[in-house]
């Protein structure tokens, strides 16, 4: 009996591993075109007795709803006399000294942290909403992230060594066009450009500085970490597109690669992009050849619970067993006891 039990479990963790791979048939990339993104706070924090506080509200409200409706940001109005209020949330040790103040504060899933990508005194202009809302390389990033495993992004420093990373991201390319079709794309970020200013900030690339590289992926998630300087090399660069390739993405979510670029992605996207097949995608069709099977979705999960049904009644007739026989062991040791 013990010895059916093991095997039936040994069989049911067999099959739960089974069931993983099938529910991996899609790559960490195409996943990362479903993942919800991460969702940025845009913060109006005023005092809570004036009317200004308010009218900046409704202004981005206006914002939000026109321009930026496909923006993965929420709008929020914070009272600074709020005590209650936990303000290392939003980024910020506590309240700001002038207000009313527009911010806009970062969150990080992966890392659960929160962070400020940039603020605006006492709130955004129109220009600035501009930026908030579009850029001519976020709008890059949303053509080209579709068509291709990834996008990389360089932006070329500003020091004596600027544009040397500029013939790795080149080899880079034309190494992934030959090997992994269609390869990746690049787009360039000028650092100093006012209209990045949103992305500059977000990224955390400083005026002057060395070359940096960031590889964006999915609906803009911008994968962790970036490369600078000396770090920006071909096996480098490699291994962190290489992530993308891989089939099993329950082992590797999309939200745990990096964090989601504030961004518009509007739904028609969605439905442009070209789904690409994994490198490993013929190691897996082997391994489910050598199964010789192949369970829909409600297969799989009839399976499961099948295998738990029969699992716990086994496991639950073993114990019964085993307190009966231990019943019918006393009761003959307590018979020859008598006698």
Known sequence: MLIAVFALALAFQTERANLCAWACDSTVRGQAFVERRDVHRLCVISDGRGAK????????EDCLAGPGRNLNVQLELLDARDENLAWEDYGIPSAPPEL????????DRAGNRSFVIDHWEPGPTGTDLDVLTSSPVREA????????????????????DAGTGAAVVEAVVGDWAQKHPPG??????????????LLVSFIGLDPAGPDWVGVAF?????MAPPL?????????????????????SCLRPPSMLGVDIPMTWEPDLDEAVVSLVSPYAADAAAVGALRGVSLPPVGRSVLVGALCAVGFSTLFVFGATVVIVRRERRRHAAALHRK
């Not at 990746?184 to 200013?197: K, T, Y």
């Not at 999915?218 to 911008?222: T, W």
């Open 53 to 60: 506080g308010e009218a900046l509200f409704s202004r981005l």
């Open 228 to 248: 600078e300087a000396e770090q920006i090399t071909e096996e480098a660069l490699d291994e962190l597109l290489s992530q993308l390739t891989e089939i099993c």
């Open 184 to 197: 990746v794309s690049v787009v360039r970020l000028d650092r100093a450009d006012p209209r990045e200013r």
């Open 100 to 107: 009313p103040v527009v911010m806009l504060a970062g969150r």
């Open 141 to 160: 990033i949303k053509r080209e992230v579709g068509k291709h495993w990834a996008v990389l992004l360089y932006a070329p420093g500003t020091g004596a």
């Open 218 to 222: 999915g609906r803009g998630k911008l």
